[in-house]
């Protein structure tokens, strides 16, 4: 669990994951497939939600 809120910086990419989670969590391979297109064009790693757990 996160101990501390999220910076106003942070806001945007955090929903946006949220909303990335739902959708990958009942999706199909191709559905998972453009998360991760997704995710590259946004510039950020495709181990975003991992990373994310750890801040």
């Known amino acids: 669990m996160q101990t501390r809120l999220v910076t106003p ?3 945007p990419r ?3 994951l949220l909303v990335h989670e739902v959708v990958l ?3 199909s391979t191709s559905g998972i497939a453009v998360g991760f ?5 946004m ?3 495709l181990d975003e939600r991992r990373l994310n757990i750890r801040r």
């Open 9 to 11: 910086e942070e806001l």
């Open 14 to 16: 955090a929903k946006n």
């Open 25 to 27: 969590s009942n999706a």
């Open 37 to 41: 297109l997704h995710l590259s064009r």
């Open 43 to 45: 510039d950020l790693p």
